[in-house]
């Protein structure tokens, strides 16, 4: 458990762990009244009992309860609550979008958290300036670089490195708060209260910079997965937690003690003989907290495209150490150009930070109206209780999600445009992949038709097992059709295989193949994989013998069709718009082959025309 907890760190707890680089100098700076003692008292109070709220109630005590066999996040959440249990096309909305917000939160993160590292040295000296944002441009550069390489010879120093940042954390805010131990009183919440009912519109803004203390807690959710509740809990209440609250009080302490409010406060909690390692520390540990987020989207993007979200793209594994150690490179290259733009454009973290929030709030805002579902429905809670525990959580999170609405003309489009962006994409090729599964199905033949068919024919019999992949439920797979139309005989031995990629994660090994004989030497089976597994077909075949399958897999010819789309002439399909984006994502998507893990010199690939 110690260890895992210790793993988690690494993993688990960058974001929010990077959060006082930034937070509280946003803060202080949004407020009119940046060194009275109210002011900073108040906006304490509100940075601890946010992260009391959000995190460690909402996420800690209540969301990381709610799991899809093992698995959290929102995707996961959405796969639960919107496919498992019933089909509703809303909750599934709700989840995507949320999703898609994430990835706008992605290409955010790297870019505020390096440049709010770099810009501690300009504490040490003003002459670094002007080097600040192209030494961030490097840093990004060569962390998008190397994840093609994999992190897992690295990984192991995560954890130990991060618990030395937070180690640190802690210790200059005890040290801070030993020049004003006052500073506590902001535990009491009618300081924050005081501070948002007395002070209008700026109290309400301040909200805004007060949720960049909670940026990181989905990751919590998300990441549950890899480690499991426990190990996570352990991590975040022993350390994580106590080192936040102490830092933030330092950093408060050292305002009211009379300290300056310009530069970065966090930075001024060190000595300075140590202001140069701590720098460094805490640039390394950005760059841990980016990673994290780079390959949470790796995480994310294969499990909306094993659930029939996005298109098929190449997922490499990078070690055979654990099963999230992957890497995308579309994704990567993206978020690269993206987070490399963000920095340059904005140019300083008090910019970006107006950019940051937006998306992860609105995120908060979905799974809290998720979570109420999920309390009814998994849980057994009646109406009451769980409209009381999730209204709670849905005022919150809609006050920080309408402050940080004011911040929408500073930059905080940019995650909102990408959200928009990346649901279309989702949406776009999820309606074409249905209706081209429609089409399919529309000119299905049983199967004793079919092979009545074959032997009136006379169509030659030829030796060894054709393996026929196809999204057809039912009778004779359309792909077997044109083979035997084109090259005019069909093997003696027919196995035909359709891939259920299910709303679970995993799926237990009795329950992957189901197969019968629908025909002498006519076997159809469906192969059921989770959202968060990599279908290999060649080993499944080896285990369809157990089964009862007399097929011979020795001498086996994989045909998978290769769809060209084109529009319907009754123009009773897609738009033409929507037809044209699903053709340019199909035809980049990775072929089927590769998805499955075929074997190149034994596939055989038949192309036909499919009107959507």
Request: proline residues 5%; contains cysteine; glycine residues 8%.
């Amino acid at each position: 458990m110690p260890a895992l907890a210790l793993t988690a760190l690494g993993i688990v707890f960058g974001d929010i762990g990077t959060s006082p680089l930034y937070t509280f100098k946003t803060v202080l700076g949004t407020t009119d009244t940046p060194t009275d003692p109210a002011t900073v008292l108040g906006a304490l109070s509100l940075v601890l009992w946010t992260l009391f709220i959000i995190t460690t109630v909402k996420y800690v005590s209540f969301a990381m309860r709610v799991d899809n066999d093992g698995e959290g996040g929102i995707l996961a959440l959405m796969a639960l609550l919107g496919v498992k249990k019933h089909r509703r096309p809303t909750i599934i909305a709700v989840g995507l979008f949320g999703a898609a917000l994430i990835y706008g939160d992605g290409a955010i993160t790297p870019a505020i958290s390096v440049l709010s590292a770099l810009e501690g040295l300009n504490m040490a000296t003003p002459a670094f300036q002007p080097y600040v944002v192209p030494s961030a441009v490097a840093i990004l550069l060569a962390l998008f670089a190397i994840q093609s390489r994999g992190t897992a010879a690295i990984g192991h120093f995560f954890g130990p490195v991060m618990f030395v940042w937070f180690a640190a954390m802690a210790l200059l805010g005890v040290w801070g708060i030993a020049n004003h131990p006052q500073v506590f009183a902001a535990l009491d919440p009618e300081y924050g209260l005081s501070y948002l009912v007395s002070h209008g519109m700026t109290g309400f803004l301040v909200l805004g910079a007060v949720f960049l203390c909670v940026t990181g807690a989905e990751a919590l959710y998300a990441d549950m997965g890899h480690f499991g509740s426990r190990p996570i809990k352990l991590a975040w209440f022993a350390i994580v937690f106590p080192s936040l609250i102490l830092n933030y009080a330092g950093q408060a302490a050292l305002v009211l003690e009379g300290t300056p409010t310009d530069g970065n406060i966090f930075y001024r909690l060190c000595p300075a003989p140590l202001l140069l390692p701590l720098i460094l520390l805490a640039t390394v540990a950005t760059i841990i907290a980016s990673q994290s987020i780079i390959t949470g989207a790796f995480s994310m993007t294969r499990q909306a495209i094993q659930l029939g979200w996005l298109p098929r793209l190449y997922v490499k594994q990078t070690s055979s150490e654990g099963y999230g150690q992957i890497y995308v490179g579309v994704v990567n290259w993206l978020l690269m150009i993206v987070t490399v733009g963000l920095t340059v454009l904005f140019g300083k973290s008090d910019n970006l930070a107006a950019a940051y929030g937006i998306a992860v709030s609105a995120t908060m805002l979905m799974t809290s109206a998720l979570l109420f579902i999920a309390m009814r429905e998994i849980w057994g809670w009646n109406v009451f209780a769980a409209g009381a525990v999730a209204g709670c959580f849905l005022v919150v999170d809609s006050a920080f999600f309408l402050a940080n609405l004011t911040k929408v003309a500073e930059g905080g489009y940019v995650p909102l445009l990408l959200a928009i962006t990346i649901y279309s994409v989702m949406w776009i090729w999820h309606r074409g992949a249905a209706a081209v599964s429609q089409r399919m199905h529309e000119q299905l033949i049983p199967v004793d038709k079919f092979m009545a068919r074959i032997k009136d024919a006379g169509v030659p019999r030829v030796p060894g097992t054709a393996v026929f992949l196809t999204r057809a439920e039912r009778d004779t797979p359309p792909v077997m059709l044109w083979h035997v139309k084109h090259n005019r005989a069909l093997h003696e031995h027919l196995f035909v295989l359709r891939v259920d990629i299910r709303s679970v994660p995993w799926t237990f090994s009795a329950q992957r193949l189901t197969i019968e004989e629908v025909a002498p030497n006519f076997w159809r089976a469906e192969a059921r994989f989770g959202f968060m597994e990599r279908p290999h077909i060649p080993d499944l075949l080896a285990a369809s013998k157990s089964l009862g399958c007399t097929v011979d897999l020795s001498d086996v010819t994989y045909y998978v069709g290769h769809e060209t789309v084109i529009g319907r002439e009754d123009k009773m399909g897609l738009p033409a718009w929507q037809a044209k984006l699903f053709v340019v994502m199909e035809r980049n998507a990775v072929h089927v082959s590769d998805f499955f893990s075929l074997p190149n010199d034994q596939v055989v690939e038949i192309g036909r025309q499919v009107a959507i």
